[in-house]
């Protein structure tokens, strides 16, 4: 009936947002280990770690956009969980109400253009382009590489294959799985 709809519906979308937060944790936690920084020498403040999220997460949205309609809405989900992340992060940082709007605004350009770069240089399998990305945007660096950028390079590819090989029922309940990081 019309009530025992609206509660599989309600449900559904509880368990969506729960698997999404599961998902975003878990790659939080991916893109915060500490070799990142200390081996691959990503710069360790705010925007470091903005960048390394974004990063994760766009090959993390990669991977679900091939998972059907449920994948995306996972997707939109997870896109959900993260940003309401980054505005309580922003909040709490002591950013007034008026200010975090904008705030949340450049966030969201800043994550689709990451997201458009990384997307674009895999889809045409471009190192050099995944490099210039990978350089700018977590390095903030003009230049065509860094020194770390081509290891970083490699574990974004192996990020991309552990994805790919992961069934999709797994990722869409909320079992996610990182390749380990090969600084070789």
Request: charged content about 30%; aromatic content about 8%.
């Amino acid at each position: 009936m019309l009530i025992d709809r609206w509660l599989r519906n309600i449900r559904k979308k509880t368990n969506l947002r729960n698997v999404a937060h599961q998902i975003y944790f878990t790659t939080v936690s991916q893109s915060r280990k500490p070799t990142l920084f200390s081996d691959l020498e990503v710069p360790d403040t705010l925007d470091g770690r903005f960048d390394l999220v974004i990063l994760h997460i766009s090959l993390v949205l990669r991977r679900l956009r091939s998972s059907g309609e449920s994948g995306k809405q996972l997707s939109d989900a997870l896109f959900t969980v993260m940003f309401d992340d980054l505005d309580q992060t922003i909040r709490e940082m002591g950013v007034g109400d008026i200010r975090v709007g904008k705030k949340v605004k450049a966030m969201a350009r800043a994550f689709y253009g990451r997201c458009l770069a990384y997307d674009s240089a895999l889809d045409s399998n471009d190192n050099e382009a995944l490099e210039k990305a990978l350089c700018k945007n977590i390095y903030g660096l003009n230049t065509v590489t860094s020194p770390k950028s081509g290891i970083l390079s490699h574990y974004v590819k192996d990020v991309v294959i552990k994805l790919d090989t992961q069934k999709d029922q797994d990722l869409l309940e909320g079992r996610i799985k990182f390749p380990q990081i090969d600084l070789n």
